[in-house]
């Protein structure tokens, strides 16, 4: 599967975005699909998650109840609502498909596939 992210920009804190990633390729809903952030000079954060079966859903500590992941499976994409965006939300986000079990799917190691970023920019 070929995964395209697109959606991201700049705003001030407290603003919103909403950023998507559209697979080609293959279906969705065979795997589980999650964003990932990396700022510059940081390790690559788990941000959220969703289940290929069930649609259970999964979020990083620092991004509950601010962001949501929800599927398109008309437009076949996985998009990430972000809500009440703080500067520290600032990052290169990622989305990622794999075949990942739920003990592991805050591991970015777990997924095979990765599209190619793009960058959300939180000013105070």
């Known amino acids: 599967v070929q995964l395209q992210a697109s959606g991201g920009g700049a705003v001030q804190t407290g603003g919103s975005l909403r950023i998507s990633c559209v697979a080609s390729g293959n279906t969705i809903g065979r795997y589980t699909m999650a964003w990932f952030r990396q700022a510059p000079g940081k390790e690559r954060e788990f941000v959220a998650a969703i289940r290929a079966s069930g649609g259970t859903t999964y979020y990083g500590d620092s991004v509950k109840g601010r962001f949501t992941i929800f599927r398109d499976r008309a437009r076949n994409s996985v998009d990430l609502q972000l809500n009440s965006l703080k500067p520290e939300d600032t990052s290169v986000y990622y989305c990622?498909?794999?075949?990942?079990?739920?003990?592991?799917?805050?591991?970015?190691?777990?997924?095979?596939?990765w599209g190619q970023g793009t960058q959300v920019t939180v000013s105070s």
């Open positions: 990622a498909a794999g075949t990942v079990i739920t003990s592991t799917l805050r591991d970015s190691n777990q997924y095979a596939n």
